[in-house]
């Protein structure tokens, strides 16, 4: 039996819909039998192609997203606490998971499960490599490494070369999955893309 391809999860550290599908893709995925691909990326990237701004920035918006957020968290059943700063810059969240992908990606999906719910379960700001390290740290992550590796030319270069092949791909936005090469944007798809999951399963 040929093994399904992973689906590819595109997300920024910054996003709070990108904190709560990463909560529901992973066990979404294995009822089907596929595993995912976590890709942290910098969506003010993608945003400078598009001409689109950070959520939390726009008039009218803003205010519904504060909202939404909070019922979407109460139906999820799942914790959610507004940080004191929205966005963060995601920089040093993202360079650490690729860090720690090169050489161990089960620790790399560990650390970005933790760094989102510090972030968006608990309200920890995580915008600069110190508060980073410290959650890295609770999974016994050497945090003075993980501060001296995002910092180093090839990490950051790593995650530049990421970020643009998310865009040459088509992403636009967190989070942004792909099963095969079908696009679903927004943790209000997770629905649409179990549905492609299940026409698959019945082939």
Known sequence: MVQASPIDFYFDFASPYGYLASLR?????????RTVRW???????????????????????A????????RFARILGVPFTFPPTMPIVSL????????????DPVLAHRFAKAAYEA????????????RVAAVAATLGIDPDALVDAVARPEI??????????A??????????LFVDDEPFWGVDRLDHLEIRLKEDAGR
Do not use: C
Request: charged letters at 30%.
């Open 25 to 33: 893709i992973d066990d979404l995925a294995a009822r089907y039998g």
């Open 39 to 61: 890709r942290p990326m910098m969506l003010g990237a993608a945003m400078k192609v598009t001409g689109a701004q950070p959520l939390m920035n726009i008039p009218l918006r």
């Open 63 to 70: 205010d519904y997203a504060r909202r939404d957020l909070v």
């Open 92 to 103: 040093a969240a993202a360079r650490a998971f690729y860090w720690l992908e090169e050489d």
């Open 119 to 130: 972030h968006f379960g608990r309200g920890e700001d995580i915008g600069d490599a110190s």
């Open 156 to 165: 950051k270069a790593r995650l530049k070369a990421e970020t643009d092949a």
């Open 167 to 176: 865009i040459a791909r088509g992403v636009f936005g967190s989070p942004f």
